[in-house]
């Protein structure tokens, strides 16, 4: 299957400062990705989605403003946390399809998100 | 009322048995659906993938999907230790936005 990757793959920051993490597609072009957060013990929870070249589209109840995504290339798509507070501590995934292809989702393996 | 349900577990079997995972939903326009395998902090990998109603067979997983019911399955047969993670269960409409269970817990003792 298609190889997603993500980096880093675990962070631990101070309260009020931004992180960023980086989502790619290794070895297909993908117009759109998605970004999950995860809580223990809990399923995915869809943040929103990256569309390449344009604005990101939040859920219901997701901080744009706070959960800033960048969709520069159609290999890469970045979600940086602004100003994180301990609540933001998580697991965040993000998943690609192939542009064209048939819809499989294909998943990175995460980054682990500590929020001091 | 959650767009699936799955219920979380924790499911417990011996080796080499047949297990049974599963997924209700309340949206009948889904028509993409996917089971994923989780292991602990690790991104979920695709297991199996259904476009529409049937059966799909891959080794020893098999995923069945009654739309009718609005209901699907997994099954894994001859079920190895290796076998131990959690399972998520994810449907789409248009193939884009997945809505994804909670995850059933599977542990297959030795």
Redesign the interface.
């Known amino acids: 299957?298609a190889v997603?990757s993500?980096h880093p793959s675990r962070v631990i920051c101070k309260s009020g400062t931004s992180v960023k993490i980086e989502c790619r597609s290794l070895d297909f072009q993908a117009t759109?990705m998605?970004w999950y957060r995860q809580f223990p013990?809990?399923?995915?929870m869809?943040m929103a989605?990256s569309n390449e070249g344009s604005k990101a589209t939040y859920e219901q109840g997701v901080e744009k403003d706070k959960f800033l995504i960048n969709h520069a290339s159609l290999t890469l798509s970045t979600l940086t946390v602004t100003s994180a507070h301990p609540e933001d501590s998580s697991?965040y995934?993000c998943?690609a399809?192939e542009a064209g292809g048939?819809?499989?989702?294909?998943?990175?393996?995460?980054t682990?998100l500590t929020v001091l | 009322q959650k767009e699936v349900e799955q219920d979380p577990g924790p499911l417990s079997v011996p080796e080499g048995a047949i297990v049974s995972l599963n997924c209700t939903y309340s949206n009948s326009a889904f028509q993409y659906f996917m089971w994923y395998r989780q292991y602990s902090r690790k991104g979920p990998e695709l297991l199996m993938y259904t476009y529409s109603s049937g059966n799909k067979e891959d080794g020893r997983f098999t995923a069945q999907v009654d739309k009718s019911s609005k209901y699907i399955s997994l099954f894994i047969r001859d079920s190895q230790p290796s076998d131990s993670a959690t399972y998520l269960c994810a449907m789409s409409v248009t193939g884009n936005q997945f809505y994804f269970g909670t995850g059933t817990s599977l542990t297959v003792i030795p």
Do not use: C, Y
Not at chain 1, 41 to 44: H, M
Not at chain 1, 102 to 110: A, H, K, L, M, V
């Open positions: 299957g997603v993500q759109t998605f013990k809990q399923s995915l869809l989605t697991f995934i998943s399809g048939n819809n499989e989702q294909f998943f990175g393996p995460g682990r």
